[in-house]
C-alpha cells in the first residue's frame, strides 16, 4: 500500500514539473510557433519569473534580498510584468536581427541574467540560492497540498491554452501567420511588423515567468544551477519540436510527454551498474537526444502539426466562373 | 495629389534616382516607363515606404511622407503591388485578402479575448468585401485555394485584390502585366480602369508593355538614369527623339 503511495506522489509531481514545462513549451510556441522568434535565452525569462516571485515572497532574510511577504497572486503578476519589461528592452535591440542573429543574441542575455544572479549576492543569495520560499497550499495536509497545487498548474495551463486557440485563430494570429510567409506582403499589406514580432516576444517571454515563478514556489528553492540551458531552454525546445510548432495542442502534449520521458530516464539511469552511473547525467541527454532523432525522423513536422481554421466561403463556393 | 521634389537615393557609390521631381494629379492614371535600372522600381518602394529617401521631399495630400515607415504610408493610403507576386502562399485566396483591411480590432491579441462580439462584426464584413472583390477579378471559383498554388497570372489578380482590400486613394501598380497573357492583360487594363471611375482610387503603374501604357495612362512620365527624361502623353512620348535614344541607344517605339 504504502508503495503505490509513493507511486501516487510521483504521478502527481511528474505531472506538475510536466505542466509547468507545458506553460513554458506554449510561450516558447507563441514565439517560435505563431511568430517565428529563435529564442534560446528562455533559461533568462524563466530566471527572472522564478527570483522576482522568490524574492517578493519569502520572508525578511539577512542572505537576500526579500522580506515582502506579498501574496502569490502580486508576486505571479509582478514577475510576468518585470519579465514584459525586460522583453521589451532586449526586443528594442534584438528583434531586428534575423533569426540566426536572434539566437546568438539571446543565448548571450540568458548568460548575462545567470551571471547577475550568481553574483549579484545582496539580492540574490548568489550560487546558495533563495531558500524557504511559500508554496500555495503548504498547509494542507499530505497528499492534499501536492494535489491542490497540481490543480493550480494544470488550470494555468488549461486558460492559457484556451486563450492561445483564441489568438491563434483570430485575426491577430492570421496577421503572424502572414508575417511568417511572406513580410513584404505583410508590411504591404499595412502590418506594422515590428510590433507584432514586439508583442509575440513578450508574451512568450511573460508565459516563461510565469513558468519559473510556479517552480521557485513548487521547488521552495531557487538558485542559478535551476536556470541551466539545458533543463530550462533545450528541453522545451525538444518539447515544442517533438509535440509539433504552432500547433498549441501539440506543445502541452511535447512537455508532458518529453518531460515523462526525462523524468524516467532518472529512474533508468539509477539502475544502471556503478560505473555507469557517474555519468548519467550525459546519458539523459543523450537518451533525449536519441529520442529526438528517432522521432523527427518519422513525425519531421512534430507529432501534431500546425493547423489553421480557413475561413468558410459565406456564399456559395464557384459562384462565379470564369469566361 | 503626389509631389515629388528632387528625390535622391544612393546605394552605396550606385545613385539609382537622382533629383528626381514629378506630381501625380489626383483621379489620374500615371504611367511611369523607363528602361531598365532607370529607377522606376526605386522610386516606387521610396513612395511606398520601403526604402528611406537619400534626400528629396515626397509630399502626399499636402503631407511631407518621405521615410515614414510602409504601416504609415498604407494607413495614408498609399498601396503598392510588386512586380513579382508576393503572396501569402499557404494561406488561401480569401484569407490572403482578408488579412488586408486595416482597423480590424481582432489584430489586438487582447481584443480576442475581451471583446469578441466586435472583431467578429469586422471580420464579416471584412469576408463580405473579400469575396466581391473576388468576383471583380473572376477569381471567386479559387477562394479556397492555397495561393502559392495560383498559377502567375492569378497571383498578378491576387496582388491587385489586395489593393481593393485596403481602404487605398493611390495605387502604385509595379508592372501589373508582368508575364502575363494578352488576354489577361487586356482583362487587368480594363480593371484599373474601372477601378479609377469606380471607386475614384488614382494609379501609378509601371510597365514595359507600350499598348498596356498607350491604352490606360495619361501622363507618361519617362525616367532614365534615375531621373525625369520627360513627361505628357503618350503621343508625344513617342515621336520624342530623346526617348528613343533612352530606350534603344536610338531606333523607334512601335
New interface residues.
Partial sequence: MEQFYGYFLYLISLATMGGIYAILTLGLNIQWGFTGLFNVGIAGFFAIGAYVSAILTTAPSIRHLGGYQMPYAVSFIAAMLVSACIAWAVGKVCLRLRTDYLAIATIGIAEIFRLILKNETWATNGPRGVSMIPKPFETLPEPWNQLCFLALVILTVFVIYL?LE??HK???G??M??IR??E??????????ERFRM?GFI?GCMLMALAGAYTAHYLKFIDPNATEPLTTTFLVWVMLIVGGSANNRGAVLGAFAMWTVWSASEILASRLPDELAIRTAYIRIFLIGFVLQIFLQKYPKGFLSET?P??R???T??????? | MLTIKNLNKNFGGLQAVRNCSFEIQEGSITGLIGPNGAGKTTTFNMIAGEERPTSGRIMFEGQEISGLPTYEMFHRGIVRTFQIPHEFSKMTVLENLMVVPPEQPGESIIKNWIARGAVMRREKEIQERAEESLEFLSISHLWNQEAGNLSGGQKKLLELGRTMMADAKLVLLDEPGAGVNPTLLMKIRDMIARLRSDRGYTFCVIEHDMDMIASLCDPVIVMAEGTVLTQGNMNDIRSNPEVLEAYLGGGEVQ
Fill in positions: 486563450a483564441v489568438a483570430s485575426p491577430w492570421r496577421v501567420t502572414a510567409e511572406n513584404i506582403a505583410a508590411k504591404a499589406a499595412g502590418k506594422n511588423v508583442q508574451f489553421r480557413h475561413p466561403a459565406a456564399r463556393p464557384g459562384y462565379s466562373e470564369p469566361e
